[in-house]
Nanobody, 126 residues
């Protein structure tokens, strides 16, 4: 059984940075794709960034390209999301998730992910 726990969220001013962590326990993280998703009030859940389990291929939503960076450290069983130049539109609950099988056209689609963390709140406000 794979369990995921997010941390690193909080309140930050526009233009600031946060680094989210997703710590895994149980099974090895080696064989899972990892995704970061967010849910804002009044908005649909969206895939923010995802990374494959094999070649490290990454995906970024257009809204975060150039500002966010996803990474993983399988030895530490931890994945990260570095978020820079944050804006109020980045506010939401951020979830990490893991999937053993991800279709080519569903690399960063929430429905393809099996294991989910509890979420961590990110608030960007003046």
């Amino acid at each position: 059984q794979l369990q995921l726990v997010e941390s690193g969220g909080g309140l930050v001013h526009p233009g600031g940075s946060l680094r989210l962590s997703c710590a895994a326990s149980g099974f090895s993280l080696d064989y899972y794709a990892i995704g970061w998703f967010r849910q804002a009030p009044g908005k649909e859940r969206e895939g923010v960034s995802c990374i494959s389990s094999s070649d490290g291929t990454t995906y970024y939503a257009d809204s975060v390209k150039g500002r966010f960076t996803i990474s993983r450290d399988n030895a530490k069983k931890t994945a990260y999301l570095q978020m820079n130049s944050l804006t109020p539109e980045d506010t939401g609950v951020y979830y990490c998730a893991a999937a053993g099988i991800v279709p080519v056209q569903g690399v960063c689609v929430a429905s393809t992910y099996v294991y989910w963390g509890q979420g961590t709140q990110v608030t960007v406000s003046s």
